[in-house]
């Protein structure tokens, strides 16, 4: 069982997209551990993208991820980390094909919608970095035994 952090972007969420996306992560059978909306500073925009702080597009990254409200989530399943990074498609949302959530929600390079934990350990920082510790919810849920198989995790 793995846990992965998930961003939806302020483009997201000025465009109204929250229900949508959220609904994917939902019916894709990952089980929501925590959630909420928060506002992105500078700082923490530095700290969560300190792999591109130095390249020539973080100034407009910056500027983009502290133009609005984010939601920040926690999701959980089997390969998590990589079942959302498909589930989201590459990078740009001109290249990412249909049935991939940059591919049907967006074109745009920056302005790709979510952001997703790119390896387990990636997903451990991030995921310190946005929640505490309580802010993440132990909880079983019924549906369980009708996504995975017991020797697949709960
Ligand atoms: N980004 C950008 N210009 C670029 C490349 C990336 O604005 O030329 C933004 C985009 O929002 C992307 C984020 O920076 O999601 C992080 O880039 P990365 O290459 O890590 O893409 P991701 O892992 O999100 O697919
Ligand atoms: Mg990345």
């Not at 991939?100 to 074109?107: N, Q, Y």
């Amino acid at each position: 069982m793995q846990r992965t952090l998930i961003l939806f972007k302020p483009d997201a969420v000025q465009r109204r997209l929250t229900g949508q996306l959220l609904s994917r992560l939902e019916t894709k059978g990952l089980k929501i551990v925590g959630l909420k909306m928060l506002r992105v500073t500078p700082e923490l925009s530095r700290q969560h993208y300190a792999e591109h702080v130095s390249k020539p597009f973080y100034p407009l990254l910056e500027e983009f991820i502290t133009a609005g409200p984010v939601v920040a989530l926690v999701a959980e399943g089997p390969k998590a980390v990589s079942v959302v990074r498909t589930m989201m498609g590459p990078t740009n949302g001109a290249d990412a094909p249909p049935g991939t959530i940059r591919g049907d929600f967006g074109v745009s390079r920056q302005m790709n919608l979510m952001h997703g934990s790119d390896s387990p350990e990636a997903a451990a920082k991030e995921i310190a970095v946005y929640f505490k510790p309580e802010e993440l919810l132990e909880y079983t849920s019924s549906l369980s035994a009708w996504v995975c198989a017991s020797d697949e995790g709960k």
